[in-house]
């Protein structure tokens, strides 16, 4: 688009209004409820461990199904977005995934809890692909991982809300009860989502000049593309292999993280939240800020291949610090260090996620994110595993530490050799 058109369409948008962004409110909330969802788990590992008589390896199994129905329902979802579109989509997985999330205040052994957390990695695995699904039908390119990174960081406020909230739960109804109240709370989102969420051309609260600024990118084929010819791509595998390597880390983060502060700090169920509510909300700051960076670089006339590998590559240096967590003695120096740390992975992953839509068609979006999602839940079965063997045999957190620091740069380095120059595919 020339660039006096598109400075004449930004005008008319701001006088008209941004409704684009009250979708980006829906999906934000909607990534609150699904990291609650996920992370109690982490925040109650002790009182379920105390309670089911669970040992490392039997929690790092329940942790190791979730991973498994992920991979499975990433790979599920994806596909089913581009088919069937993003709203009804985001409704089918939510609806899974809460109904598994109930159904963990029934469970009574190791089996069971298994069970509730495979069908909740079913569901949840819908939120990203129907949430990019959704934010590349409402933005253009140029907003898109600004976008994505608001709604992700959805992922750190439910992450602060958890520790702060479940232990209260907890405390006073049990721990069966907090997963039943937050999963029946939960349904006023899917009301909501279903209420509005229409694709821009049907939707009637938003102005021409808005849905000219939506649609200021090259039209792109709206059929169908075969599942073969987008596996095939190389530029699939620089996203899924980026995937491979960093979503392991966010998982280890999340859910044993709070055991790590509760072994190594002496920290007890209510005093392990402030220190988890600093990390998420400097995560949080990533979130927005690593979408931020490569949009910025985008707007003063960078190639997206340099705003969004330049911005991965700080993200990468910002993560190496936490190579060396293990062996700070200090609890707030820690909370700083992997604090940084999970700030620079929500950054480096708000640029991977716009990855897809940079370089493929709209109709291929949620199959490419599909597969990418897939790739990096079976990084983190991997992970679990390794995690459960580490700490029951090895009895510390070092080794574990070791493969975070490295593995942004490993996922930057799959990015570039398999995409170099991020050149949009013309044709799958």
């Given at each position: 688009m020339e660039p006096g058109r598109a400075e004449t369409i930004g005008s008319a948008v701001e006088r008209s209004g941004r409704y684009r962004w009250s979708i980006v409110a829906l999906l934000f909330m909607a990534t609150v409820i699904n990291y609650v969802d996920r992370q109690m788990i982490g925040v109650l590992k002790p009182t379920l461990s105390a309670d089911l008589g669970w040992n490392e390896t039997d929690y790092a199994n329940v942790i190791f199904f979730f991973q498994m129905?992920?991979?499975?329902?990433?790979?599920?979802?994806?596909?089913?977005v581009d088919v069937i579109g993003a709203r009804m989509g985001y409704a089918v997985a939510f609806v899974i995934w809460q109904l598994a999330h109930i159904a963990h205040g029934?469970?009574?052994?190791?089996?069971?809890?298994?069970?509730?957390r495979f069908g909740l990695g079913i569901g949840e695995a819908g939120n990203f692909p129907a949430g990019i699904k959704a934010v590349t039908e409402w933005f253009p390119a140029k907003e898109r991982a600004f976008a994505i990174g608001v709604f992700n960081a959805g992922a750190n406020i439910g992450a602060i809300i958890t520790p702060l909230a479940i232990p209260v739960l907890t405390i006073t109804y049990g721990w069966r009860m907090a997963f039943v109240v937050t999963g029946v709370v939960s349904f006023v989102w899917l009301i909501a989502w279903l209420a509005i969420y229409r694709r821009p051309r049907?939707?009637?609260k938003v102005t021409g000049a808005e849905l000219a600024w939506i649609e200021q990118d090259p039209a792109d084929t709206g059929t169908a593309i075969g599942w073969r010819r987008i596996a095939t791509r190389r530029e699939t595998w620089a996203y899924a292999l980026g995937k491979f390597f960093i979503d392991p880390i966010w998982w280890f983060f999340l859910f044993w993280l709070p055991g790590y502060l509760g072994d190594r700090y002496d920290l007890d169920l209510l005093s392990f939240g402030p220190p988890l509510v600093a990390i998420y909300l400097l995560s949080d700051l990533g979130s927005v800020a690593g979408g931020w960076m490569s949009s910025r670089l985008i707007a003063r006339g960078r190639t997206v291949n340099f705003a969004r590998k330049s911005t991965m590559l700080?993200?990468?240096?910002?993560?190496?610090p936490v190579l060396f967590a293990q062996s700070i003695d200090n609890l707030w120096v820690a909370v700083l260090v992997i604090g940084i740390a999970t700030a620079a992975h929500q950054a480096f992953s708000a640029n991977l996620y716009t990855l897809p839509s940079d370089l493929f068609p709209r109709a291929a979006v949620g199959s490419v994110i599909g597969i990418g999602g897939t790739v990096g839940a079976v990084g983190g079965m991997m992970m679990a595993k390794y995690a459960g063997f580490v700490?029951?045999?090895?009895?510390?957190?070092?080794?574990?530490?070791?493969?975070?620091?490295s593995a942004y740069f490993l996922a930057l380095g799959a990015v570039h050799l398999l995409s170099p120059r991020l050149e949009r595919v013309s044709t799958v």
């Open positions: 129905a992920y991979a499975i329902g990433y790979l599920g979802f994806g596909r089913l029934g469970a009574y052994s190791v089996t069971q809890f298994a069970m509730a049907e939707h009637r700080v993200c990468a240096f910002a993560v190496t700490l029951d045999g090895v009895g510390s957190y070092a080794p574990l530490f070791y493969v975070a620091g």
